[in-house]
């Protein structure tokens, strides 16, 4: 220019404010949102779950540090200043499972994860029309089981949703190991609507990339970065970056959610009701009341999820601790490259990943949504809560009224089996 004043290149006047802000805004929302990262993770129980969590991810540093502390070897779990945690803390803020050490209790709002062994007894009553209980022992139908007894009793059909896992140990499940209340209060979409949801989150991710292609090299809607086109590097690292990025994390998520054994049980005929007895007491220096809960409906299914035993120098010991190891360099790398990636787009794609990420935060909170149902529960005398319950579970018409069932027009009067006895 004359005069020998700067010449300045014509720019999007959306680039200068929108891509400083939302380039770092994505890949910094990507790195955190600890609790909703672990939220989405302590119910995850399969590869559906982890593929889920894995696109346009958010807590990437949650889902690094958490398979650290499940998975990891001692030198690494050092490395993040966890080297004496104990397992059962890891266990109750991110794996889906109860153990020994973790439990779960009500505490007269919501369901919550300690360490401890409080005094709870599962029941599930067994409901079946006389027609759908033709061939099988009249004593199966409409009663009040234990999940051990429904098992020994082939009440209840195992289902494995991981091809090699196996489930609980009857014996585990006979000495009293915590219930599962959290996977089993609230309905959940089943494995088709996860299914689903994982297929939209590829969908999705891929969309982004082909976007991002798009705006870059076709020449109908290439898009200039300061009036210049981007830089050769940027289409390239962006993807890499989000393809090692959605790798990563997959790993990571499939470390913890491998660390507990879930299964599935289906009744062979009818529906069933969860049901759980709490004991008032204390677990972990706090004191909880007594409380008979409820599944909020019948349900077609019964969850269990119970911590995987890790044996030390074992051959699979050593495969985890390389996979935990692999998947933490891998994420970190990966965001990384998405993030030096994304900084060189224009301001288009980093908004197109920060929607992704909406998007997903959204689709993983709608498959989580039984988290904010509230059990039914009511208080109970302390002390004399299966004296309190037999009572009112003498026949049907009682029964009916607690479960929350009509009553037939001609209720039948059969006396059931005690409450007590279930506990023998």
């Known amino acids: 220019m004359a005069g020998g004043q700067p ?30 990262a672990m939220q989405f993770m302590s119910e995850s129980m399969g590869w559906s779950d982890s593929i889920i969590f894995s696109m346009a991810p958010i807590g990437v540093l949650t889902a690094v540090i958490g398979a650290i ?36 209790v009500f505490n007269g709002r919501h369901v919550v994860r300690l360490i401890g062994k409080p005094s709870i007894k599962e029941l599930i009553f067994m409901k079946c029309s006389e027609e759908a209980a033709e061939g099988k022992e009249i004593a199966q139908v409409d009663r009040f089981v234990t999940l051990s007894e429904a098992l020994n009793k082939n009440l209840l059909r195992r289902v494995l949703p991981r091809y090699g896992s196996q ?17 089993n209060v609230h309905p959940h979409g089943g494995r088709t609507e996860l299914h689903v949801i994982a297929a939209m989150g590829v969908i999705l991710q891929v969309g982004v990339l082909v976007f991002d292609w798009f705006i870059t090299y076709h020449p109908d809607f290439r898009q200039k970065k300061g009036g210049r086109d981007v830089r050769s590097y940027a289409f390239p690292l962006t993807c890499m970056g989000t393809l090692v990025l959605i790798t990563g994390v997959f790993v990571c998520s499939y470390i913890i959610e491998s660390a507990a054994t879930a299964e599935i049980h289906l009744p062979d005929v009818g529906t069933l009701q969860m049901l759980w007895i709490q004991q008032g007491g204390s677990v972990s220096d706090q004191i909880f009341d007594s409380y008979l809960i409820l599944a909020r409906s019948p349900s077609d299914h019964v969850i269990t999820s119970r911590r995987r035993k890790r044996v030390r120098g074992s051959r699979k010991d050593f495969i985890t601790s390389i996979l935990t190891t692999s998947g933490a360099v891998v994420s970190i790398s990966g965001f990384v490259l998405q993030f030096v990636g994304l900084r060189s787009m224009t301001w288009y794609a980093s908004i197109s990943q920060l929607v992704a ?68």
């Open 167 to 183: 489930g609980p140990d009857p014996k585990d499940l006979e000495s009293g190991e915590p219930p599962n209340i959290s996977l």
């Open 7 to 36: 010449t300045f290149a014509d720019s999007d006047p959306g680039d200068e404010f929108s891509n400083n802000l939302f380039s770092d805004l994505a890949p910094i929302l990507a790195l955190f949102g600890e609790q909703v």
């Open 69 to 104: 502390r499940v998975g990891g070897a001692r030198w690494l779990r050092a490395l993040i200043g966890r080297a004496k945690e104990n397992i059962a803390v890891a266990e109750s803020e991110l794996m889906s499972s109860t153990s020994d050490e973790v439990c779960e």
């Open 357 to 424: 990420t909406m998007i997903m935060i959204i689709l993983r909170a709608y498959i989580r949504r039984g988290l904010s149902t509230t059990p039914w529960a009511r208080p109970i005398p302390k002390g004399h809560e299966i004296d309190w319950v037999a009572t009112r579970t003498s026949n049907e018409e009682d029964r009916n009224r607690l479960l929350g069932r009509r009553v037939q027009d001609q209720p039948s009067q059969k006396k059931h089996r005690s409450w007590q006895s279930v506990f023998l």
